[in-house]
């Protein structure tokens, strides 16, 4: 299934065979939850407007109450770290604030960390991330080959 930004479906109704009546970002709300949740794969997708975003599983699992992320890259490793902060700091320089921020989402605009680590995609790129207990971070092996999803109408 294709990411879809829960935030850019129009407030609109619809009814269901019994009667309630869902606004499209709840029915797609429940989509999500149903086709991400019940797979439970943690992913990562690197986006072509230089974002980062974790999927559902991600952010229930690991990413409840974070309102920022910073980053480290281990060059002799080709790995990204990413480390969810609990509260952001305007003023620091290495702390990437977390936007859209919701129960099915965790977008951070980070094109200076692309530009660093040498990510130049015109497509989204999903990793498949691995959650450091001990050290309560986020993994990703930029050797590992990525899913790449290709949209009709763009990225």
Request: proline share 4%; net charge negative; charged share 30%.
């Amino acid at each position: 299934m294709s990411e879809t930004s829960v935030e850019s479906v129009e407030e609109s109704s619809t009814g269901n065979e019994s009667g309630e009546t869902k606004s499209k970002k709840e029915l797609l709300k429940q989509k999500l939850s149903a086709d991400t949740v019940d797979e439970g794969i943690m992913r990562v997708s690197f986006r072509s407007n230089n974002s980062i975003a974790p999927n559902l599983p991600l952010v229930e699992r690991h990413l409840q109450d974070v309102e920022a992320f910073s980053f480290i890259y281990l060059q002799d490793e080709n790995t990204l770290v990413i480390i969810p902060l609990e509260e952001y700091d305007e003023n620091a320089t290495d702390e990437y604030p977390i936007r859209g921020a919701d129960e099915t989402s965790a977008t951070v605009s980070c094109q200076s960390i692309f530009h660093k680590i040498g990510i130049d995609i015109e497509t989204t790129h999903r990793y498949y991330p691995e959650w450091d207990d001990k050290m309560g971070t986020i993994k990703i092996d930029l050797d590992e080959e990525p899913e790449v999803v290709r949209r009709n109408s763009q990225d």
